[in-house]
């Protein structure tokens, strides 16, 4: 299984940035029935859930990004992405997704998005 995060940069305070990340080596109806996430982690902080999206399209925030962040899943390509807005410094992080197969979780190298404020 192998992840490729796409779109990190850098962006002002209150702008936005969406992530994308593909998804290779599994079956599309494997991809349809696992559990999508990306994560962030800054230096020196634990790496925390920022956004998760099963396989009937339920999705879980973190509070911090709740009414700024989506994740959205395109099962047809095998895609899943994050859209962000009104970014703050505070996002700031290396941003890493991830697939649920069973009971382990894969994930990709991370995509770094910077905010100046």
């Not at 634990?46 to 989506?70: C, P």
């Not at 009104?86 to 894969?106: F, H, K, N, V």
């Amino acid at each position: 299984v192998q992840l490729q995060a796409y779109g990190g940069g850098s962006v002002q305070t209150g702008g936005s940035l969406e992530l994308s990340c593909a998804v290779s080596g599994i079956t599309w109806s494997t991809f349809v029935e696992s559990t999508m996430a990306w994560y962030r982690q800054d230096p020196g902080k634990q790496r925390e859930l920022v956004a998760q999206i099963t396989s009937d399209g339920t999705t879980n925030y973190a509070d911090s990004v709740k009414g700024r962040f989506t994740i959205s899943r395109d099962n047809a390509k095998k895609t899943v992405n994050l859209q962000m807005n009104t970014l703050g410094p505070e996002d700031t992080a290396l941003y890493y997704c991830s697939i649920q197969l069973g009971p382990r979780d894969y994930w990709g190298k991370g995509t770094l998005v910077t905010v100046s404020s």
